[in-house]
């Protein structure tokens, strides 16, 4: 190959790698700009929620209390304020930082999509409670306001996250959560779970192990500097008081009682029978229609087929269908024992999966 010809392919190349680089839209220069904004836009969003949250409690947010909670240093936190003063979303002064109008109004648009997005991952993709919270933080940064609309009507108009925090409306209004902790409650009266504290989440975690959950009710048995004792009807709880005081309360609502003997699904034991008394109110949305499309309305018949080797999921008769449920979901149906009745023939079986 002679030598023009080898500074020829050369040119040819060198200009390919340009158009590579810099194509509009699709080259390599434009998608790191696009990975820059949309990292920038994030940590635009994360700064706005921190104030708003330290607002929410009666605080001024600080460049400080930032730092803290961005992981950032000083130097970086400070620059970041002055950008988001000169886009005219905080004003920072002696007192700390606060939002302007419009600052408030992006803030609450992140805490909307991000407490929409928990309720989606638990009603109709039954995620575990504690992995909403990581998942939603990724996902607030990318939903538009079409985006949640769409969302918030497909879920039928939620008003609470699956950790019972009130979701903003999409005129910005966002409802004042009405509770107490539950170490301020007297012992003996009933009260009922509004809200679990996400952090921190070595305390949440051990609240989510103990099966607790929004629109529970509990009632204290004991109390004492070093522990609580808590009953949910079925199970006693001791928690340290520093775990209590994120499960927060309000005043129990008047509930007709269910038939004596009622269970969770999840109680009954392989072999035995029951008739379906109700599925807690607590499911909603998609996960509450799939259940009852499977069969489990209020008087259908269910048997306790089948455990699993490790126990979740197990396997249930309904209706001559063998359905699998995992532990979450058969606890969210209450059932009433009943005498056993007849196999259903296995050529008459069929299985489904929830």
């Not at 070595?202 to 109390?223: D, Y």
């Not at 008769?317 to 606890?331: C, D, F, T, Y």
């Amino acid at each position: 190959m002679s030598v023009n010809t080898q500074i020829g392919w050369w040119i040819i190349l060198a200009g390919l790698a340009l158009l590579v680089a810099f194509w509009p839209r699709t080259g390599l220069l434009a998608r790191l700009r696009g990975i820059r904004s949309a990292r920038e836009r994030a940590l635009f969003e994360d700064s706005l929620k921190h104030i708003l949250a330290w607002a929410h409690r009666g605080k001024v947010a600080t460049p400080e209390s930032m730092t803290g909670a961005l992981g950032l240093g000083r130097d970086r936190i400070l620059r970041l304020i002055t950008r988001m003063e000169e886009a005219g979303l905080v004003r920072s002064g002696g007192e700390g930082v606060q939002l302007t109008t419009p600052g408030e109004q992006w803030a609450l648009h992140v805490v909307r999509a991000h407490r929409l997005w928990e309720r989606y991952l638990a009603d109709d993709a039954g995620m575990p409670m504690s992995r909403l919270h990581q998942l939603a933080e990724k996902a607030e940064h990318q939903l538009t306001a079409e985006n949640l609309y769409a969302l918030e009507a497909h879920l039928g108009h939620p008003e609470h996250d699956p950790h019972g925090d009130p979701i903003p409306s999409a005129d910005g209004s966002l409802k004042h959560l009405d509770a107490a902790p539950l170490t301020d409650w007297p012992i003996g009266v009933p009260a009922q779970i509004v809200h679990l504290e996400d952090e921190p989440n070595v305390i949440f975690q051990q609240i989510i192990a103990a099966g607790l959950r929004p629109g529970h009710t509990l009632r204290i048995l004991e109390a004492s500097s070093n522990r609580l004792v808590v009953s949910d009807g079925e199970t006693e709880h001791r928690f340290a008081p520093v775990v209590a005081a994120n499960i927060q309360v309000a005043t129990a609502p008047r509930v007709p009682d269910r038939p004596a003997g009622s269970v969770r699904l999840w109680k009954l034991r392989d072999g035995e029978n029951a008739e379906v008394v109700e599925v807690d109110s607590e499911c909603r949305g998609f996960s509450r229609r799939r259940l009852m499309d499977l069969g489990l309305t209020p008087g259908a018949r269910v048997g306790a087929a089948l455990t699993n080797t490790f126990g979740d999921p197990r396997a249930y008769q309904v209706r001559g269908a063998l359905i699998a449920l995992r532990k979450q979901q058969a606890e969210l149906i209450w059932v009433r024992r009943t005498a056993a009745e007849p196999p259903v023939p296995a050529e008459l079986s069929r299985e489904v999966t929830a």
